[in-house]
């Protein structure tokens, strides 16, 4: 097998993805971590303390205890599950097999969306964006589509089979409302002027699919390294393979993949714009050495002129937490530091 890179699309780089692998019996050397990174005890339990949050109760008595718990959730664990979330599991299901489909695709077929450009409407790639450079790569493709305004995408995502547009165009707008409804119950809940979270500081909605090929050695790879979400806020459907683990109280903790549940984790911009209020988890994902694993993430994303800073009325006596800074400035500052939540941040406290 050839690791050869280049920078143009073309079936040698395709070697470079996992899907395209049909077996594989040992890991191969660039995937194996310095002990030090390596994820020690991999198959860890999946936790029952993750709170799982009912949306059916928001009309009516429950909403005020519903914001109640998406705020203590988000600051005693930095994410949450939410069930009956409004998308149906038809849709959920009809979507996760177009993407599983699509991994298991030809590899020509694949090489049409093979990109490194941040800004494509639609981009396949393995491990990370900087695979050239990195020591040590990731055990994953990806799968991102950019979905607003969907006019401007849809027709660069895949196009077959036929109505693989028209279902991923009514998830994300789907998600997209799920997405609104549990910003509108933070906003709620940190006291913030209503609409806080519309217009530019949620303009960009990416779908991103990750999958991970059964591993041969998962103790000695990891399929995302420890990380927070830079954007303002995430979502996952996890599908039915273990493998996502948040850090609490500096322990891994399992997050249960629940048929029915989106998982959601804030971004580091709530922690910023709620002062250090609300927590964005770090989490991290294992691979499983049977069975492939397909999780779809949906992420909100500021435009990159927007400023972000702590809310007036989140500012107390401690003061302001963070200074001003535009997304772009964000991202920039968070990418040059290896994508460390901490470092980045450390450069934006006041
Ligand atoms: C991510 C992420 C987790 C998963 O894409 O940022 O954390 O389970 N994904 O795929
Ligand atoms: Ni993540």
């Keep these: 097998m050839s690791f050869d890179s280049h920078t143009k699309p073309s079936f040698r780089n395709m070697d470079i993805l996992i899907s395209n ?3 594989v019996r040992s890991l191969p050397e660039s995937y194996i971590f ?13 936790s029952k303390d993750i709170p799982i949050i009912d949306l059916a109760r928001i009309n009516g008595h429950g909403r005020y205890q519903v914001i109640q718990q998406i705020i203590e959730a988000c600051q005693d664990f930095g994410l949450f ?18 993407f599983k489909q699509f991994f298991a695709s030809p590899a020509p077929f694949k090489a049409r969306f093979y990109s490194n450009d941040l800004n494509a409407s639609c981009r396949l790639y393995t491990s990370t964006l900087n695979y050239e450079n990195e020591e040590v790569h990731y055990w994953r493709d990806n799968l991102t589509h950019r979905c607003r ?11 077959d089979p036929p109505h693989y547009r028209k279902v991923v165009a009514e998830y994300s707008i789907e998600v997209g409302k799920f997405l609104s409804t549990i910003l509108e119950l933070i906003c709620d809940g940190l006291g913030l002027e209503s609409q806080y979270f519309e217009g530019e500081i949620s303009k960009n909605q990416l779908v991103s699919v990750n999958h991970h090929i059964p591993c041969p050695d998962p103790s000695l790879t990891i399929g995302m390294q420890a990380h927070c979400d830079p954007n303002l806020i995430s979502m996952l459907q996890q ?13 891994w903790i399992g997050v249960e993949p629940l048929p029915n549940a989106f998982v959601v984790i804030p971004g580091l911009q709530l922690r910023v714009i709620s002062n250090g209020k609300l927590a964005s988890a770090v989490h991290r994902v294992v691979t499983d050495s049977k069975e492939s694993r ?7 994303v500021p435009s990159n002129n927007v400023l972000i800073r702590p809310a007036d009325c989140l500012i107390g006596s401690s003061g302001m937490l963070y200074r001003g800074y535009t997304y772009q400035e964000f991202f920039d500052t968070f990418t040059s530091n290896n994508c460390e939540a901490e470092t980045a941040l450390e450069c934006f406290k006041v």
């Design 81 to 98: 599950q939410v069930i009956n979330h409004g998308v149906s599991r038809e849709l959920m299901d009809q979507t996760m097999a177009l």
């Design 34 to 46: 310095p002990a030090e990174r390596r994820p020690g005890t991999h198959n860890i339990p999946a």
């Design 21 to 23: 692998w049909s077996s």
């Design 239 to 251: 599908g039915d393979v273990c493998g996502l683990q948040a850090l609490k109280d500096g322990q």
């Design 149 to 159: 305004p969907l006019e401007d995408h849809i027709n660069h995502w895949p196009d």
């Design 294 to 300: 397909t999780t779809i993430g949906s992420f909100l």
